[in-house]
């Protein structure tokens, strides 16, 4: 799977470190070192997915944090070092978190568009020293608007603005509304630019991939799931609240290799039809679900990725949904096995 000269194939996101995070100083130091990068490349993963977020980098007055950058450029050269590739992602903004609706202000504030081009054209006279064929730019992660028309605009400005910085840099190009398949066939690719990856993340079914997040509109619910089948009964919501039975009620039907393949194919077909290469820049399961479960659906997931030519990138590496023991940092290989089986 390539754009350019930028080569991966199986991945995982470093994440709540540089982003998602209130940890400063030291424990931010200490939460993600060089051995982090040494212990994902012997595990067999080519490269890592780096999300920042606007709020650590920069100030309110768009005034950069030098402790943020720094600890970006030693992440840069730690994956350098041990022959990792590394996409770096901007998560989240000020304007636009992909989990809070009261946050989205960028679709109607030029001000924030602005300063969201600033934070890039910042970013590359950063990076732009790095080699093409070992870092690529995501513009943003999970953009959310009711008009896809607003996302287009955006990331082809974008887009337009880096390349005029650095034109063969690799571009990670996500789809609107969560990076979700269903929202291809709306993208607005720039033409002739065969240094774009196309990216799509999912996580079907909800309902096992976030069984009791804590996030999610129906994380009160405690009761069984299932991979593969009917992922729960609507006799199993009995009792509980609106919130939860509306959040869980339109996941419930049948799910299994066929469905994801089906979601996942919407996105394959489009990059197929423009000749570039696709990248699903996020999935994983939370660890509540039974083990059996989650090795189920990462056995089927593989697979589809497999077999469609689909590089990758989990999430997360030690945070939300590991692949190491938060405590021991001990690899997970129940899941490791499957992810990086030959």
Sequence with gaps: MYAGDFVIKRGVNVSHWLSQTDIRGKERKRYVTEKDFIQIKALGFDHVRLPIDEEQFWTEEGKQNKKAFKLLDKAVKWALKHDLKIVIDLHVLRSHHFNDPSSRTLWDEKSAQLNFIGFWKDLSAKLSPYPNDMLAYEPMNEAVSDNPEDWN???????????KLEPERTIIMGSNNWQQTWTFPDLEVPENDKNIILSFHIYTPMPLTHWKAHWVSFSKYEGPVQ????????????GYDEQTVNGISNYIKVYDKSVLRDEIMIAVKRAKALGLPLYC???????TTSMEMRQAWYQDMIAI???NGIAWAHWNWKND???????????ISKILDILLAD
């Design 227 to 238: 991979y593969p089948g009917m992922i729960l009964d609507t006799t199993d919501l009995a």
């Design 153 to 163: 605009n955006l990331i082809n400005w974008v887009i337009s603005e880096i390349r």
């Design 281 to 287: 820049g996020e999935y994983g399961a939370y660890p």
């Design 321 to 331: 949904f590991p692949l190491v023991d938060a405590e021991t940092e001990e690899p």
């Design 305 to 307: 990725f497999n077999d």
